[in-house]
């Protein structure tokens, strides 16, 4: 059972018992999974973020570089992934060997067009 009291300087406090606080925190933590559940179906329906299976995260760390993991995942060629990002075919294979690493904007452009953060491209 719950007591409310004042503090010394007026303020309302409240007093409860340990099995009350505690399931007041669990509501809370509950709420916080619930948003936070809720923000990331929301993102994935918009197609702004998407989820990896175990067998595509396998996939992606035996993978020589992430770059070659999401090239292969949305099913594009060098060449392809060039056309539609504006990048060199030699660029990209240099970035996918790891022999190269590029600039910011290269970057973008390569994701934008793998649809994928910048993120997704740290190795």
Known sequence: MAVMTKAANGDDIVILSRAE???L???KEDRIDSDLLRASDARRAAGLEELLTS???DALLASPSPLTFWRTKRGMSEATLAEESGVSPAALVEIEAGK?????????????ALRITLDDLAA
């Open 55 to 57: 067998d595509e995260v």
């Open 21 to 23: 606080y505690e399931t």
């Open 25 to 27: 925190v669990e509501q």
């Open 100 to 112: 190269s690493t590029s600039d910011l904007n290269t970057l973008k452009k390569i994701a934008a």
